[in-house]
């Protein structure tokens, strides 16, 4: 059995901190000794833009190196690995072209099931510790694929009155979604671009922990401008500044999901 653990990044709310959280916490996994591949499932190329420059990540946008062409024309996604710079750390890019991925997937044979069906080989070899999957901020039928193909979905929150709008909606799409692949679960809520100054940082966070219908990790990531700093540099900030709040922070994070994946 293959003991590759799919992990996708997800919140229909946009900015809750998923691309960040899955750049840092794919690149701390890498540094405590893992193999992981990450996947940028989104148009705007963030993920991709956290390891490679604009002038690389269009290359991969042109060369057909990225996820959009895998999945339109269903292939072996390990065709489409490119290495990042830090040991043990691998990706597939993405391209703007995935705006129309709703489209290509639209007409197919069992469309909820292509991305699992094209991540199998890699599943299947077992090479990788983790595969992480960064999603847009949208619930249609890609986000429906990458959860079908996942065991576990994380869920990156900002503590904020609109961070929080739209949950209820998301676990709606979950509980869909384990109707069609029950082996995800959620892992948990990941509180990121923490004010602990404020207040309603501080209430949010105890009604958050104290729901019994959600897990919530024990961490979490404050506020930290060393974050965009390090975007800036096309880097994570768990190698760009490895001693910086929000880098430790993070690695805290990746330690806490290898607990909870290998329970
Ligand atoms: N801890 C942090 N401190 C400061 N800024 C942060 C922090 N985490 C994320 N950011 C910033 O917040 C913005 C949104 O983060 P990010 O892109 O990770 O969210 P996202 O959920 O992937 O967004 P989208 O829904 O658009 O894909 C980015 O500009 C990022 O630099
Ligand atoms: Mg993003």
């Keep these: 059995m293959s003991r590759t653990q799919i992990i996708a990044f997800a919140n229909n709310k946009g900015g809750s901190g998923k691309t960040t959280s899955c750049s840092n916490i794919g690149c701390a996994l890498a540094m405590m000794g893992k193999r992981v591949l990450i996947i940028d499932g989104d148009m705007q190329?963030?993920?991709?833009?956290?390891?490679?420059?604009?002038?690389?990540?269009?290359?991969?946008?042109?060369?057909?190196?990225?996820?959009?062409?895998?999945i339109k024309e269903e292939k072996d996604l390990s065709d489409f690995v490119v290495s990042t710079e830090y040991k043990g750390l691998d990706i597939i890019p993405s391209t703007s072209l995935m705006s129309a991925i709703e489209f290509d997937i639209f007409p197919k044979w069992q469309r909820e099931f292509i991305l699992r069906k094209c991540l199998e080989p890699i599943r299947a070899r077992g090479y990788y510790d983790y595969i992480l999957i960064d999603?847009?901020?949208?619930?249609?039928?890609?986000?429906?694929?990458?959860?079908?193909?996942?065991?576990?979905v994380v869920i990156p929150v900002e503590a904020s009155p609109w961070g929080l709008f739209?949950?209820?909606?998301?676990?709606?799409?979950?509980?869909?979604?384990?109707?069609?692949?029950?082996?995800?679960?959620?892992?948990?809520i990941m509180v990121t671009?923490?004010?602990?100054?404020?207040?309603?940082f501080?209430?949010?966070?105890?009604?958050?922990?104290?729901?019994?219908?959600?897990?919530?990790?024990?961490?979490?990531?404050?506020?930290?401008?060393?974050?965009?700093?390090?975007?800036d540099n096309s880097k994570p900030v768990v190698a760009y500044k490895k001693y910086s709040r929000s880098a430790i922070?993070?690695?805290m994070l990746a330690k806490e999901i290898v607990e909870y994946a290998n329970r």
């Design 45 to 70: 190329l963030n993920l991709t833009l956290s390891f490679f420059n604009e002038e690389v990540a269009l290359e991969y946008a042109s060369n057909g190196k990225n996820i959009y062409t895998a």
């Design 135 to 152: 999603s847009p901020p949208t619930l249609g039928g890609w986000v429906m694929n990458i959860m079908c193909a996942s065991d576990f």
């Design 202 to 231: 501080k209430e949010t966070l105890k009604t958050l922990k104290e729901s019994e219908d959600v897990r919530v990790f024990d961490n979490y990531v404050r506020i930290d401008s060393t974050i965009e700093w390090s975007q």
């Design 249 to 251: 922070e993070y690695k």
């Design 166 to 188: 739209g949950l209820a909606n998301m676990f709606d799409f979950i509980n869909k979604v384990k109707e069609i692949s029950p082996r995800l679960s959620v892992m948990g």
């Design 193 to 200: 671009k923490a004010d602990e100054r404020k207040n309603y």
